[in-house]
């Protein structure tokens, strides 16, 4: 580049180039990419004419590196302008993005609440647990012996009938009742025994108060000199404690083939008081559970002598009790978890 004059005309077109283009940038991001293609030193614009440099005539190249320079630092200095401004918009923009308004109501996290049925469980553990009761688990899964025979209902029983019973084979079934606990835990135990035992129980049958699948709470004590009156005494504190100081129990006579004699236990209706309302059927009473003297056949059966021990046995329905505590008129609203029922159920 012999001439300085082409230098100059190349160098006014790159400034007008740049002039106009720099109207069409848009962010710093730009500035930063259009930059390289003026400066960079083998593709930049202005970048390039430096590199030619060393090809310009000793005499001529102080003042071709000057005019070069001039645009190179007018250049830098309107790229470094509007990189500035960019920038500064840009971080205005990402401010006001991710602005916090602490003045918002916070996001009200769910709280979950025990099941109404673990409630009632919980809290007839409490209570058994506070009079000295272990707690024995059996198996959901049981033999024809321990959930019939050796409850003193044997093959051709009528009482078997009682219970519609799914059976899994000839010899295993699903349980009907807890009370297939209790023969465990007398084979294994000698007395004084003291258990509850918690648990599922199933049977083929399907309404309104009954479903396939339940929970039961079995209760077996067995020591000398147990009566029947230790029964009453010990269910009227259990009473007491899940529906109110002023409740109390009646026992009417029932038909249980492992107890004898056996009853069925009533409380006096919480809700009118005895007066009679439509949840005691206009009664004054609700029945709550089966009870009764454990059979001397029974004791007999898992090697206990009926002549020096007795005991007696009770069987609690956790979603009777649950139903009847918080005034819940269809079992299956215990087993659909609708949060609209569950929500109203608070201990
Ligand atoms: N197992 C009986 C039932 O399911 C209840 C019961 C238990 C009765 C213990 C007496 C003694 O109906």
Not at 16 to 40: A, H
Not at 136 to 163: C, K, S, V, W
Not at 275 to 290: A, Q
Not at 295 to 320: H, Q, T, W
Request: hydrophobic share 35%; charged share 30%; net charge negative.
């Amino acid at each position: 580049m012999a001439d300085l004059n082409e230098l100059s005309e190349k160098l006014s077109a790159i400034k007008s180039e740049i002039r106009s283009e720099l109207d069409r940038l848009g962010s710093s991001k730009s500035v930063f990419e259009y930059k390289k293609t003026i400066f960079d030193s083998k593709t930049g614009k202005v970048g390039s004419l430096m590199r030619e440099m060393g090809k310009i005539p000793a005499e001529l190249r102080a003042e071709y590196g000057k005019k070069v320079n001039e645009v190179k630092t007018w250049a830098q200095g309107l790229f470094d302008e509007m990189d500035e401004k960019f920038k500064r918009e840009e971080m205005r923009l990402r401010y006001e993005a991710e602005k916090i308004d602490v003045t918002m109501p916070a996001k009200m996290h769910k709280q979950g609440y025990l099941h109404p049925n673990t409630l009632i469980r919980e809290q007839i553990v409490d209570i058994f647990g506070s009079m000295g009761f272990q707690i024995y688990e059996g198996t959901e899964i049981e033999t024809d012996y321990y959930n019939f025979t050796a409850l003193n209902t044997p093959d051709d029983h009528p009482a078997r009938d009682m219970q519609d019973t799914f059976y899994l084979s000839d010899k295993f079934l699903l349980r009907t009742q807890t009370s297939a606990g209790q023969i465990h835990v007398m084979e294994k135990q000698s007395p004084p025994i003291k258990i509850i035992s918690p648990g599922k129980v199933f049977r083929s049958d399907d309404d309104a108060t009954h479903s396939p699948m339940f929970s039961q709470m079995e209760g077996l004590v067995v020591d000398k000199g147990i009566t029947l009156c230790d029964l009453k005494g010990m269910l009227d504190v259990f009473v007491k404690k899940i529906f109110g100081e002023d409740v109390s129990t009646r026992l009417r006579p029932s038909y249980f083939p492992f107890t004898e004699p056996s009853v069925e236990v009533d409380v006096s209706c919480f809700q009118c008081h005895g007066r009679g309302c439509k949840l005691c059927k206009g009664t004054g009473w609700i029945e709550v559970l089966g009870a009764g003297v454990v059979n001397s056949k029974v004791l007999k059966g898992c090697g206990i002598d009926p002549d020096e021990y007795s005991g007696f046995a009770f069987g609690i329905g956790i979603e009777r009790i649950a139903m009847l505590k918080y005034g819940i008129n269809n079992i299956k609203l215990l087993f659909e978890s609708d949060l609209r029922v569950l929500e109203q159920i608070r201990e």
